[in-house]
Nanobody
Framework: QVQLVESGGGLVQAGDSPRLSCAVS????????TGWFRQAPGNEREFVAA????????RYGDLVKGRFAVSRDNAKNTVYLQMNNLKPEDTAVYHC????????????????WGQGTQVTVSS
């Protein structure tokens, strides 16, 4: 059973650049494609970013492209989401995901989900 545990969220100011971390356990991390989704109150889950196993190629959602960067450290079994120049509309619960079986931007394509970490951006 793969487990994903996020950390690094909290209350930040607009323009800040925090980094989220996701510790992955219970599987072979190097064989595991991972990513991030977010969900704001009343909204659907939204694809944020993904990083492919092996090649490390990345994909981003349109609303974060150019501001966020996803990376992974195979030695630490950890995925990161560097968030730059945050805006109030980035406020959401951010979930780490893994085990993709379909399209990157479809929530049901991902088999494993973390509990999420709240990021609140004040203006």
């Amino acid at each position: 059973q793969v487990q994903l545990v996020e950390s690094g969220g909290g209350l930040v100011q607009a323009g800040d650049s925090p980094r989220l971390s996701c510790a992955v356990s219970g599987g072979t991390f190097s064989d595991y494609t991972t990513g991030w989704f977010r969900q704001a109150p009343g909204n659907e889950r939204e694809f944020v970013a993904a990083i492919r196993r092996g090649t490390g190629s990345t994909r981003y959602g349109d609303l974060v492209k150019g501001r966020f960067a996803v990376s992974r450290d195979n030695a630490k079994n950890t995925v990161y989401l560097q968030m730059n120049n945050l805006k109030p509309e980035d406020t959401a619960v951010y979930h780490c995901v893994g085990g993709i079986t379909g399209a990157y931007n479809t929530p049901t394509s991902w088999a494993d989900w973390g509990q999420g970490t709240q990021v609140t951006v004040s203006s």
